[in-house]
């Protein structure tokens, strides 16, 4: 196994184990690479996958995990009170602001996380930065209904984005489609040291949905280190 993964495995484990306790009812499941360990670990703690807990995902792949894992699926239309979701990140600051949206769920993850009395993200060693934007080259993903990406694309370029990008699929052709039926533009704004007021501007945009910037609502972090140690870091 890789380091990189071995990283992901411990930081997963570590945040179930301190946050996920008997008094846990509902709880939250995000997307990414990092969550099948956080699945993983559920069903290896048995008294997890067998009590009467509700998990909610936020995304295909996060509902998929949880239907295969036998666990109880829930959603947010039921449960719209959650106490704890746990979640992946493409970058995280020493602020615990993040960005996500690499696989075009941000909008989900949001109200999953929004929910929750502790929003707790799991990443390793690599999402960690000083400064949103630098490591995540690909800039802030952006969910916008069809009828209005013409319309969002300029407004992007007027708030700093020179080259604002209209996500495509690897595998058809066309653009990337979200969950919601909506597409995501990737807008790269370099180094974000404003995280708060650029989420603010995007958004007051006519036609954003949702925006990946995850400000203020980050409980906790786990980094998943190269020695494949996890390492906690609670909100400043």
């Known amino acids: 196994m890789s380091s990189l993964n071995d990283a992901k495995r411990r930081a997963a484990y570590k945040a179930v184990d301190e946050n996920i306790t008997s008094e846990s009812k509902i709880i939250g499941i995000g ?15 048995g008294n997890l996958a067998n ?27 039921q449960y719209s009170e959650i106490d704890v979701t746990i979640d992946g990140a493409d970058e995280v600051d020493e602020n615990l602001n993040a960005i996500k949206g690499g696989g075009a769920c941000h909008l989900r993850e949001k109200v999953v996380a929004e929910a929750a009395k502790k929003f707790v993200i799991v990443a390793d060693y690599s999402k ?47 653009p990337v489609i979200s969950d919601n039926g909506n597409l995501i533009v990737d807008a790269d704004f370099g180094l974000i040291k404003k ?42």
Do not use: H
């Open 128 to 174: 960690k930065s000083s400064t949103l934007g630098e490591k995540w080259k690909q800039g802030v993903p952006i969910e916008v209904i069809p009828f209005a990406y013409a319309l969002v694309i300029p407004s992007l370029k007027r708030l700093g984005c020179e080259n604002p990008v209209l996500r495509m699929a690897k595998s058809k052709a066309g």
């Open 51 to 77: 009590k009467e807990c509700i998990f909610v995902p936020t995304s295909f792949q996060s509902r998929l995990l949880i239907i295969e894992g036998g666990l109880n699926l829930g959603d947010i239309d």
């Open 195 to 236: 995280p708060k007021e650029l989420l603010e501007k995007i958004k007051l945009l006519t036609g954003v949905v949702e925006v990946g910037l995850f400000v203020n609502m980050t409980r906790m972090v786990y980094f998943g280190n190269e020695d494949g140690k996890g390492k906690q870091y609670l909100f400043k």
């Open 31 to 45: 997307s990414g690479s990092t969550v099948v360990y956080v699945i993983e670990r559920i069903l290896q703690r």
